[in-house]
């Protein structure tokens, strides 16, 4: 009894702490900021909508490129390693597709008002179709015949990764370039709110992933090929034992899964820029997504990406101005917390 008493109250303990975690950045933005960039939220709430919008923004591209991550790792089991590689390759293709498509660069690139929609559209599709073809192959010649050997399937695709990376230094060059978003996107909304105008671009972005997560919901749930999938992540054998061809399924899980990260490519190099290295940190962002939200799980991947986005945005924008470069720890943070609560992720479940 005193046993089951000291563990209760160890439990108890620690769900206050975990709870306490949880409530002092919360109490911090809101009321307690100050010696920061924008000081507290009731002080300054302008500079707190955008940088919820910042972060809600930034989620829908974590969402796209993990989505694809999750749904790989989740049927199959793969640890797909070379995904970062996956999203640099889609932006790299749509980066000489909208160049090409174009002409006439400058020393500095594009400018918006140089690209029309179907000039960034195109780009879009394209690299969202070489790397899901690029996946396939790497899914039917390397990842096929070893299937069920995870610490095998990982070594290739790191290898994978690393010969892509090498590749398209070669090709692309080390120095970061954009790609341009269309001049019918560069512009500013205005909210009609407290003076807060917004960037189109990032509401863009916002809408694709809504988009990309509304059609991978109906995919999953409502057709015949997702009911499969989904049976296929909860027991697999069975499954096979049904007499569904679960190989064709595995194809079209990492065409899909790869057309993804090509598709997140595009969308990122216009969000940001593409670069050597780019790949490794877009790999990690997608490995943090899945664990936050668990393997497989689609609600998880948006769920996961939605707190991370809003971590890495108001950890930079609301540490005091002497400890902004700490704020990469909070990923870290936000993890161990899930971890301590949900070691399976939030919508995780046993493989």
Known sequence: MTELTSNRTVRLVGRGLLAALVAFPVLWVLFLAQDTAFGSAVSNPRDFFITLLNGVT?????????????????????????????????????LRLQRDMVGGEGSFGLSSA??????????????????????????????????????????????????????????????????????TFDKFVDFQVGDVQYTLTRLIILAIGLAIGGALWFWLKRTRTGMVIRAGVDDRDMVSA???????????????????????????????????????????????????????????????????????????????????FYSIIFTFVLLAIVLAVRPLGLFGRPA
């Open 242 to 324: 049904m007499g569904i061809n679960i190989q064709l399924t595995f194809a079209i899980a990492f065409v899909v899964g790869s057309a993804l990260a090509g598709a997140g490519g595009v969308i990122g190099g216009s969000f940001a820029s593409l670069a050597p290295g780019v790949d490794a940190n877009w790999l990690l962002n997608s490995l943090v997504v899945v664990i936050i939200g668990g393997m497989g799980s689609l609600g998880g991947a948006a769920i996961g990406a939605l707190l991370l986005g809003l971590t890495t945005n108001f950890a930079a924008a609301y540490l005091p101005s002497d400890y902004t």
């Open 58 to 94: 930034a989620a829908a591209l974590y969402f796209v490129v993990a989505s694809g991550f999750t749904l790989i790792f989740g049927l199959m089991r793969v640890v797909n390693m070379a995904h970062g590689a996956f999203f640099l390759l889609g932006g790299y293709i749509g």
């Open 114 to 183: 140089q690209v029309d929609l179907t000039q960034w559209v195109l780009p879009l599709l394209a690299g969202a179709a070489v790397v899901a073809g690029v996946g396939l192959i790497m899914q039917q010649l390397l990842l096929r015949w070893n299937q069920g050997q995870d610490l095998r399937q990982a070594l290739i695709t790191i290898a994978i990764s690393i010969i892509l990376a090498d590749l398209m230094l070669a090709e692309f060059g080390g120095v970061a370039q954009d790609i341009t978003w269309p001049g």
